[in-house]
């Protein structure tokens, strides 16, 4: 058997372009000599479609659509993902299914069984679990089909919900000759290797080759990695490409020496799901420029070099606003970068309206010494300075801010957080870093002055981040441990021998702020647990004080 993985990226609810992408797909398939062609999860309406779900009109454009992909059956088996009404409707209108087309005709269809509704995933908000598990007799070979979460349960590989069911388990008696996963599984860091031992777990039970078709791409948060990839029971055999459409064949018949394609550099990895996520957004909003504020720190220097490969660099404005507190060699190395990428650069003092803030309301904090309130006003001059480019000239503002600035609230309101994507919201400063060194690995693209120089807002007379974060090596540690892993306290102080007062300020930081972060652009996510999805904790609450 002869099977085309079609590793494509879906728009969500743009049913004619996804149509097309499959069509072409089935097509390429058949000139291929292929006897299956299998995509992603929910491929027709683009993962996740959310609350277009629940608007009838959409789901009757599902099924015209699906009708169109049909008819280009002939000669050749399809399984295409999709949402679909559910004729028993025991509890949820929809069925999250997968169909099994061949020659012009619908098989039937296989409905996911196990519906994720953790961390970034809702999916029993709108659909029904499937029924029982079963084989389909496709070209002679006996041939199991899962959608995505379906191969999970069976790994112990999901800490956050222990179903009931294990499909794995269940077609253990069937004994398939292959089974097809239709996935939409989004990227973190590592989770490919996850995904693999997911996958290996399965092939070990059943005693066959697992086909894992997964969705590629960037929908507003989230990216979707690509990387399908079939394995049998010693390992992985064949692995498609990460963060781009591709085509992956299989020859059941042929099945060659494992891969060594499973290795992957987590940096590379990191940035280029970046880029994706930076592109998709733009273009599947059908925006083409940005602009951003380049302050010669390390964060607005990272984000200018993934815009710059996203977009190109001639489609990126940097923006340098110095104040009073701002260095020279700020300036220098924002001018430097620009240069270096290519990209758009201009020198904007924000000195003339901070003054004029200053003179404005001096007869009201006449009483009062200079404090934040000062700081923040500089970083709301450079953000409506940044919203004025952006009406004027259609770009969208990328937010330069990083995780743990973000857990702190060390970021201003309508200033520094303003924009329409934060492109580095998920990572770590200590991430930054890394990611910063990656890029200069052949040479120097960031200045390494800029890395190198500690980390400061410019906002007072020789402020640096230290004056008020700890060490970003201990925030990261305890962001990780509390953020990601959901550690107590106690735990986090015990097991990094960190006072223990220190460890609960930390959290109590983090909840404080929450009501900025609702107020922060969406953002990419590529950790376990990003703020900007998945995460859900209320404003107002008295756990943590």
Request: hydrophobic share 40%.
């Amino acid at each position: 058997m002869r099977i085309l993985l079609a590793q494509i990226n879906p728009i969500i609810g743009d049913l004619a372009g996804n149509t097309a992408r499959i069509l072409q797909s089935i097509e390429r398939g058949k000139t291929g000599g292929a006897d299956i062609v299998l995509l992603p999860e929910l491929a027709l309406s683009g993962y996740p479609p959310e609350d277009f779900l629940l608007l009838p009109s959409f789901m009757e454009a599902v099924w015209q659509h699906l009708n169109q992909i049909v008819q280009a059956t002939q000669g050749i088996c399809a399984i295409v993902g999709l949402p679909r009404g559910n004729p028993d409707c025991l509890e949820k209108a929809l069925y999250n299914s997968a169909a099994i087309i061949q020659d012009g005709q619908i098989l039937g269809f296989v409905n996911k069984t196990l519906l994720p509704t953790y961390d970034v995933f809702d999916e029993r908000r709108y659909f029904e679990p499937g029924g029982p598990t079963r084989v389909w007799s496709i070209k002679g070979e006996s041939v199991a089909v899962t959608i995505c979460e379906d191969l999970w349960q069976h790994s112990g590989r999901i800490q956050s919900t222990h179903y009931k069911r294990d499909p794995v388990l269940e077609l253990k008696d069937h004994h398939p000759s292959v089974l097809l996963n239709l996935s939409a599984s989004p990227y973190s860091v590592s989770k490919f290797n996850t995904r693999l031992q997911v996958c290996l777990a399965a092939a070990k039970t059943l005693k066959c080759p697992i086909v894992l078709c997964n969705q590629v791409g960037g929908n507003d948060s989230l990216i979707f990695d690509g990387y399908s990839l079939v394995v049998n029971e010693s390992g992985l055999i064949q692995c498609a490409k990460g963060f781009k459409e591709d085509d992956l064949w299989i020859d059941l018949a042929k099945q060659g020496s494992l891969s060594s394609g499973g290795e992957r550099h987590v940096m590379e990895d990191l940035y280029q799901a970046l880029v994706l996520g930076v592109h998709d957004y733009f273009h599947k909003l059908g925006f083409k420029r940005a602009c951003l504020g380049l302050s010669g720190g390390i964060d607005s220097a990272l984000v200018a070099c993934i815009a710059a490969e996203a977009l190109g660099p001639e489609n990126v404005l940097a923006i340098n606003m110095p104040s009073r507190f701002s260095s020279p060699e700020s300036a220098r190395d924002s001018a430097q970068l620009a240069k270096r990428l290519g990209m758009d650069y201009k020198e904007i003092s924000i000195e003339a309206p901070f003054e004029s803030y200053l003179t404005l309301l001096a007869p009201y904090f006449a009483e009062r010494p200079p404090d934040i309130t000062e700081e923040n006003l500089q970083a709301r001059i450079r953000g409506m300075l940044l919203m004025a480019f952006s009406n004027k000239f259609g770009y969208i503002v990328l937010s330069t801010g990083n995780k743990s600035e973000l857990a702190m609230g060390y970021a201003t309101l309508y200033g520094d957080m303003c924009g329409g994507l934060g492109v580095i919201n998920d990572l770590t400063k200590q991430q930054v870093y890394a990611l910063s060194e990656w890029i200069n690995r052949h040479g120097e693209i960031i200045p390494w002055n800029t890395i190198r120089r500690p980390p400061s807002a410019e906002l007072r007379p020789n402020q640096k981040d230290s004056d008020s974060l700890p060490d970003y090596q201990i925030l990261d540690r305890v962001l990780q441990a509390y953020v990601e892993e959901h550690h107590s306290a106690e735990w986090i102080a015990a097991h990094y021998n960190y006072p223990l007062p220190l460890v609960q300020d930390l959290i109590k930081r983090i909840h404080q702020n929450e009501y900025k972060r609702r107020q922060a652009p969406p953002g990419l996510r590529v950790s376990e647990k990003a703020f900007s999805i998945g995460r859900r904790f209320p404003i107002v609450q008295r756990w943590v004080r």
